[in-house]
């Protein structure tokens, strides 16, 4: 019989260096149509029983599920803190929620798997378990328990339908906040029973407030070219800003310019680069699908047809890179693999 995988510590896939993680910030920009919905639900006594929070990478989900975590283990579902969901710092929930260590809150993601020592590729089934000993628990002196589950699209089948049978007979005064950069690809069985909110890209002038918090470091022009390379994601920001975040954003972004041509040795020369560089690879893989994505969506608004061909696309490198990642492949093969494929999906559908 096969032994049964376990993960025995999560890792904090999303905390930037030398930035604070989305638990601890308490600071939430461009934002308020979506935060103003939440308050209404939560002060008014309404609820739902789940909310699935969407949108780009790096754009504010997680900071989100944590205020909304922060204003119901201090208060619960009632009027009695302020319109913004705003917590003290020196409130005890906020605290304990920035220290990682409020028993009303569990966090679900991907961790590491003990006998590989590597970083998983999905949120198993094993993760998702512990919501049963975790609602079992008497609650705490809010009497509310609240699950994020970050990302929502890193679940496989059998995680996703353990997570359903909750969702289908939810314990009461419990919250469950499922994050989504994709939520085309969780079942409609889930996104049915969740309430969605959509946050999008940051405007530039709230990019810019942001980056003056978060980068007060750079010069105004730094920040002004630092948000366009983002689009409106403060985390895409961080990222950029740190070691050789900018380089492999123009790396990614002449990677779909030049998809009909592609040049080989310019292809194997990045290839060695990102050899050098720490998660290389895998930056230079969240980026190309940043930059996709955000093609796809201006080209599909403009009403250019054949947008199916490349979303498939999209999807075919997603797979590609989280598989390198997780099974330690070759970085060179899966670059070229992503160039062809952006090559024959282009003479298909032409440029993106």
Not at 94 to 108: F, K, M
Not at 125 to 141: C, D, H, I, P, Y
Request: glycine share 8%; hydrophobic share 40%.
């Amino acid at each position: 019989m096969a032994k049964r995988t376990r993960v025995q510590e999560t890792v904090e896939t999303d905390r930037v260096h030398g930035a604070p993680h989305p638990r601890e910030t308490v600071r939430l920009t461009g934002h308020d149509a979506a935060l103003s919905v939440v308050s209404r639900a939560l002060r008014g006594q309404r609820p739902p029983q789940a909310w699935m929070i969407c949108g780009p990478p790096g754009v504010g989900k997680a900071t989100l599920a944590y205020r909304i975590a922060r204003y119901l283990l201090a208060y619960g579902a009632t009027d009695r803190g302020p319109a913004d969901l705003g917590v003290p710092p020196r409130d005890a929930a906020s605290v304990q929620v920035a220290a990682g260590s409020h028993p009303g809150l569990l966090v679900l993601k991907r961790g590491i798997n003990p006998e590989t020592g590597r970083l998983t590729n999905e949120l198993i089934v094993e993760e998702m378990r512990r919501l049963a000993s975790f609602f079992g628990m008497t609650s705490g002196a809010g009497g509310w328990r609240v699950v994020i589950i970050d990302t929502a699209d890193d679940m496989n089948a059998h995680s996703a339908n353990a997570l359903l049978k909750f969702l289908e007979e939810p314990p009461s005064r419990a919250m469950l906040l499922l994050l989504s950069n994709t939520p085309g690809r969780l079942l409609p069985t889930i996104r049915s029973r969740c309430q969605r909110l959509d946050l999008r890209p940051l405007s530039d002038a709230d990019m810019q407030t942001e980056l003056e918090n978060l980068l007060p470091e750079l010069d105004a022009g730094e920040r002004k070219a630092l948000a366009k390379l983002a689009g409106g994601s403060p985390g895409a920001a961080l990222r950029l800003a740190s070691g050789d975040g900018i380089a492999l954003a123009e790396e990614a972004s002449r990677l779909v310019d030049r998809a009909g041509e592609p040049d080989l040795q310019a292809l194997f020369s990045l290839a060695d680069k990102l050899g050098r560089i720490t998660d290389g690879l895998d930056m230079l893989g969240e980026f190309l699908l940043q930059v996709l994505t955000d093609r796809i969506r201006a080209r599909a608004l403009a009403g250019q047809p054949q947008m199916n061909k490349w979303v498939e696309a999209l999807e075919r490198l997603r797979r590609s890179f989280a598989r390198t990642g997780a099974l330690h492949l070759d970085p060179r093969q899966t670059l070229l693999s992503a160039a062809r494929d952006l090559s024959a999906t282009s003479r298909r559908a032409g440029l993106v």
